[in-house]
């Protein structure tokens, strides 16, 4: 009786380990799915390290815009490339909806980096 306990208490524990596994996995961030094609940008690196895409996809709508779309809206606009870099340094509010972006831990010469990438983006 006490064998079949032990065994049922060690299964049960590696149930909750492969579960907890799993768990990870999902938790990953969108990066991963992100293609290729922009991945090997410079701008997207900086993007990546600067922790940009927990909020946004390149793609896809996330917390805040995808860059696609940004580039949409603003790719035939004057003065983009400054308001842009201007937004990320500064954060953002009310353009695209509730949610404000506060402003981000990058240079100047960073910020206009991705914005001119984002630019590019359609
Ligand atoms: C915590 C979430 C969050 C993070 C992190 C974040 N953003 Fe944003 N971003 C947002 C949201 C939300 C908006 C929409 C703000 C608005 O409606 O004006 C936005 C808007 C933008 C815009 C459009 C601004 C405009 O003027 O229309 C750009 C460009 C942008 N983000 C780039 C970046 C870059 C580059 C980084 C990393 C350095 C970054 N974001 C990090 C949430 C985030």
Not at 96 to 113: D, L, Y
Request: aromatic share 4%.
């Amino acid at each position: 009786m006490r064998n079949t306990m032990l065994i049922l208490l060690i299964i049960s524990a590696m149930v909750v380990a492969s579960c907890e596994a799993k768990k990870k996995d999902a938790a990953k961030t969108g990066e991963e799915k992100i293609p290729e094609k922009y991945r090997k940008a410079e701008a997207f690196k900086i993007a990546d390290k600067k922790g940009c895409l927990a909020c946004h996809d390149v793609e896809k709508r996330r917390v805040g815009p995808s860059f696609v779309d940004i580039a949409k809206r603003y790719s035939q606009k004057g003065g983009a490339l400054e308001e842009l870099t201007v937004s990320i340094i500064k954060g953002s509010m009310g353009k695209w909806g509730s949610i404000p972006m506060t402003p981000q831990p990058v240079t100047e010469e960073e910020a206009r980096k991705i914005s001119e990438w984002i630019l590019k983006l359609k």
